[in-house]
């Protein structure tokens, strides 16, 4: 399992102390914990980042913590060692990407299955399902495209939402995922109907609905206290009184009925609709009072701007509608301790939970609220929708339409009929329905599914006993470089190259990686004099080939033949007028088909027209577009970059002691990650996005010189990280 973002931990997990650490974190370390008892579960590890922050507790700087003998969690450095939000991690992912496969290879085993959760992890998860031939799942929580949409109906551009939330780098990575992932699982209907729906990739995974269970034994019904002989530990009760007192803080008549509120400080949860709703309606007021709790915070002016926002609107509107006495918002509460005694106290006062989310993806408050017998009023769009239909422990409401929420509230608080039934559906349904039972039998019932149509990892550490695997295991470090405008371009330059490369030739290796095909590549590397290369990665990375150029590696072609269909591909293509294929008939591969674009089209105006036809198909590919022409479709798990990990993983090379050098686009994913990207001088200006990138980089000199230089910077230069980072 893969969680990024948030603070994850084992125990008093901080639920809203952030944007980060919400109910995904919950969900997530729930599911590992109980899919760990499962005695068909061999073993669970939960990859997080490695956080050494001041500002957060020491728990997260911990490589690793067991939740019990099955299951751990690990932490792995991605992005430095602050705590930053999710969307600053872009950048540092293909570092974690390695990061990941490095701690796989120390394993004594390649896991069954990796399962990414939200589309940070989904990238790293799809990468290294990719390299390991293991099932990806995706779980994604929220997605990209309908956030965007909400954005700009409130007034976002695309231009802000992409420098402030990298919002299309988020999309296009969901998109790969779709298009990757065997299977994607989903809490409702709507998520995959609605949200999923919006995405180009969506046909190609299969789904499963799987409500979330939650721990019925913590959210425990009210009444509970009423019971004579009822066991409650002490921690329980403490925490009962702790959030009373809180409470009568604020309140001038607490034995009101409690109207409650229980989110993040995010402009989306639309708080000040809830506050304008009661604050407008005296009758109201007279009848109940309102409690907010928007996170946990210390001083509101410290916070990240949104949040700000957020609270100080909170605060004007009290003061706006004079709530005082009436209103609680409290700045701290305990979310594992505290949370379950706030919807006991709110249901022993015959109160109400609200939320005016204008949409909910799932709604996991609703749930933990009806299971403890207090009734809801929800949006009538998203998740909420099933949990009404499942519980009947709620008003779903049209929250543009203030008064609705303000007569459904009412409604409740005034009918006690009326509240003793939504208060037992909820109580009775959540137990049929909202179990970690139910979610993990069904989960696992997906993943033997899974297994049956899946054989095992086809990437395996080989101990070879060729001379070749000799000569391979020997190497500490590998240059792998691109041929034509890279490698090619410079005689002197590349002579200079070899020279430095040959009294390193025991511990540093030399390949390349190229469009090429094979002969045209141990052709032009003849003609220069270059003939000691251990690889040979050809064809846009289709093929690898050993020094002799008679040793095809295999492995690698049977791990990129699933899902190719090169037939139905061309088919697809074949009436796009703007397409021609290359004429060259060893441009062809059993893994690649290349064409030439037409002049008459951009690429923006060429590329969804061809995207659109291989999906319609539900086909699976690799798109690589080059040299402003130049369009090659390959099996989903070919590129460059990939192939350049799979033989690090496959000889145990460390991705830090690989160095990379290209000029072009096709070139991209292989100068990423924690490997040494060095860029050539003379390269074209689709490399420009990586010049933030902390491992790759930029040449004075052009083509061999370039690469060249770039070797000697990387080599004097002081690393302080550790091999992790």
Not at 246 to 260: M, Q, S
Not at 395 to 408: N, T
Request: charged share 30%; glycine share 6%.
């Amino acid at each position: 399992m893969l969680n990024l973002h948030g603070l994850i931990r084992g125990q008093d997990i901080e639920f809203g102390r952030d944007a980060d650490t919400g109910g995904q974190t919950r969900y997530v370390i729930d599911l590992v914990k109980s899919l760990s008892s499962y005695p068909s579960i061999n073993r669970i590890d939960l990859i997080t980042r490695k956080i050494e922050d001041k500002r957060v507790q020491k728990i997260y700087n911990k490589d690793v913590e067991p939740l019990n003998d099955k299951a751990s969690i690990i932490r792995l450095s991605c992005g430095g060692k602050k705590y930053i939000r999710k969307e600053k991690l872009w950048p540092h992912l293909d570092v974690f990407v390695d990061n990941v496969i490095e701690y796989i290879q120390e394993q004594d085993r390649i896991p069954d299955f990796v399962h990414g959760h939200y589309a940070d992890a989904g990238y790293v998860a799809a990468h290294i399902a990719s390299l390991f031939g293991i099932p990806l799942i995706f779980t994604a929580h929220s997605l990209g495209r309908n956030k965007l949409s909400f954005l700009k109906s409130t007034g976002w551009t695309d231009a802000l939402a992409d420098k402030e939330l990298s919002i299309s780098t988020r999309i296009e990575a969901e998109e790969m995922i779709f298009s990757q992932a065997e299977l994607v699982i989903t809490s409702t209907d709507y998520e995959k109907e609605e949200l999923a729906g919006q995405y180009d990739h969506r046909l190609i995974p299969d789904y499963a609905t799987i409500a979330p269970g939650i721990e019925l034994d913590i959210f425990f019904p009210y009444y509970d206290y009423q019971i004579p002989g009822n066991n409650l530990s002490e921690e329980t009760k403490q925490a009962h009184v702790r959030v009373v007192n809180e409470l009568k803080r604020f309140h001038f008549e607490p034995e009101k009925p409690l109207i409650i509120t229980l989110c993040r400080p995010d402009a989306r949860k639309n708080i000040d609709v809830i506050i304008d709703a009661y604050g407008r309606d005296k009758e109201l007021q007279a009848m109940a009072n309102l409690a907010i709790f928007a996170g946990i915070r210390d001083d509101i002016s410290t916070m990240e701007e949104g949040e700000q926002q957020v609270l100080t609107d909170i605060l004007l509107a009290m003061d706006k509608y004079d709530l005082y006495g009436k209103m609680a918002i409290p700045k701290y509460h305990n979310p594992e301790k505290d949370v379950p005694e706030l919807y006991r106290i709110a249901a022993q006062s015959q109160g109400v939970f609200v939320s005016a989310s204008y949409l909910e993806t799932f709604g996991l408050t609703f749930i933990e609220a009806s299971a403890s017998g207090l009734p809801f009023v929800a949006t009538n769009k998203g998740g909420p929708v099933d949990i009404e239909k499942n519980c009947q422990s709620g008003i779903l409401v049209d929250i543009d339409d203030q008064e609705s929420i303000a007569l459904s509230i009412k409604k409740i608080l005034t009918d006690s009929d009326k509240w003793n039934q939504l208060s037992e559906n909820g109580i009775n349904n959540t137990r049929k329905t909202y179990t970690w039972q139910h979610h993990c039998e069904s989960y696992i019932s997906e993943l033997k599914k899974l297994a049956a149509k899946n054989k095992a990892s086809s990437i395996k550490v080989e101990k070879e006993v060729k001379i070749i695997g000799k000569r391979i295991h020997a190497l500490k470090e590998m240059v792998i470089v691109d041929i034509d405008d890279t490698l090619l371009g410079d005689d002197e330059g590349i002579q200079k190259l070899m020279d430095y490369l040959e009294p390193r030739k025991e511990k540093m290796g030399f390949g390349v990686a190229t469009g090429r095909d094979i002969a045209s590549a141990t052709a032009v590397l003849s003609e220069k004099g270059i003939e000691n290369t251990e690889f040979i990665i050809a064809s846009v990375g289709s093929e690898i080939y050993y020094y002799d150029v008679h040793t095809v590696d295999k492995g690698w072609a049977s791990h990129i033949r699933k899902k190719w269909k090169p037939l139905e591909i061309k088919d697809s293509l074949k009436n796009l007028p703007f397409l021609k294929m290359q004429d060259n008939p060893l441009a062809q591969r059993d893994f690649k088909i290349s064409y030439t674009l037409s002049p008459d089209l951009t690429e923006d105006e060429a590329l969804p027209r061809i995207h659109n036809e291989l999906m319609k198909r539900k086909l699976s590919y690799n798109l690589i577009f080059s040299h402003g022409n130049l369009i090659d479709i390959l099996p989903y798990r070919v590129s460059k970059g990939q192939a350049v990990r799979y033989l690090a993983n496959k000889w145990k090379i460390p991705a830090q002691n690989i160095y990379t050098a290209g000029n072009s686009g096709n070139d991209l994913d292989m100068l990423t990650g924690s490997m040494k990207g060095i860029v050539v001088g003379n390269a074209e200006p689709e490399l420009k996005s990586l010049r933030s990138r902390r491992f790759v980089y930029f040449a004075k000199e052009k083509f061999a010189s370039g690469i060249l230089e770039g070797i000697k910077y990387w080599k004097n230069k002081n690393m302080k990280d550790d091999k992790y980072e």
